[in-house]
C-alpha cells in the first residue's frame, strides 16, 4: 500500500511579470550514487512533477541534488524544503536546506548533499525547491509557497522505507 502523498500549498510566483531567468530551470537527483530522476522547467515558473519524479530513500541515505540555471543564477538563491515530519507543511527553520545565496558564478551542475535524517518517519513527502533573486539584490517572494522574484518552484516526491532487515546486525543470544 503506498502512503498518502500530503497535501500541500500550491505556490505561486506573483513577482515573474519579466521572466524566471533568476531560477533554476534543470537539475538531477541522486540516492546514494544512483540517479533517481532528472527534471527541468516547464512551461511556467511552477513545476509539480511529484506524481513523476519520485526518489526512493531509508534513513542515513545520502540525497544529492545537482542543479542549474541560466546566467542570472550567479546573483540568485535557492532553498530545498523537505517535508520530513510529512505535516504537509516546510518548517523553514527544520526543514529547509541552502543550495546556495548570491553565488557570483552562475550555477551548472551545482551539486547539494542531505543526508536523510535518521528518525525520520516512515511515508511520502515533498521536497519543494524555491529559487530566484537573492535577498541581497530583491526581498520579494521567497519560501516554500512562493518563488523568489524571477525565480522557480519545483515540487518532487520523496517515498521513505523502514531500513532493510539486512542493514540490522545479528545478535545470537544463548540462555
Known amino acids: 500500500m503506498e502512503a498518502k502523498f500530503p497535501s500541500y500549498c500550491d505556490g505561486t510566483a506573483p513577482n515573474n511579470g519579466d521572466g524566471d531567468h533568476y531560477g533554476i530551470n534543470a537539475g538531477s537527483v541522486s540516492v546514494n550514487g544512483e540517479q533517481a530522476f532528472t527534471f527541468s522547467k516547464g512551461a511556467t515558473s511552477i513545476t509539480d512533477l511529484s506524481s513523476t519524479c519520485i526518489a526512493e530513500v531509508c ?6 541534488f545537482y542543479v542549474s540555471g541560466g546566467e542570472h543564477t550567479k546573483w540568485s538563491q535557492a532553498i530545498a524544503y523537505i517535508d520530513w515530519n510529512m505535516d504537509g507543511t516546510w ?3 527544520s526543514e529547509a536546506y541552502s ?4 553565488p557570483l558564478v552562475q550555477i551548472v551542475n551545482k551539486e547539494i548533499k542531505i543526508i536523510v535524517p535518521n528518525d525520520v518517519r516512515v511515508g511520502t513527502c515533498g521536497i519543494r525547491l524555491c529559487s530566484g533573486e537573492a535577498p541581497a539584490h530583491n526581498s520579494l517572494g521567497g519560501g516554500p ?3 523568489r522574484k524571477r525565480g522557480t518552484l519545483f515540487t518532487f516526491r520523496l517515498n521513505i522505507s523502514p ?5 540490522f546486525t545479528q545478535v545470537k543470544v544463548s540462555c
Open 59 to 64: 534513513a542515513g541515505d545520502t540525497l544529492k
Open 91 to 93: 518548517d523553514t527553520s
Open 99 to 102: 543550495l546556495f545565496n548570491n
Open 145 to 147: 509557497c512562493q518563488a
Open 163 to 167: 531500513l532493510p532487515i539486512s542493514s
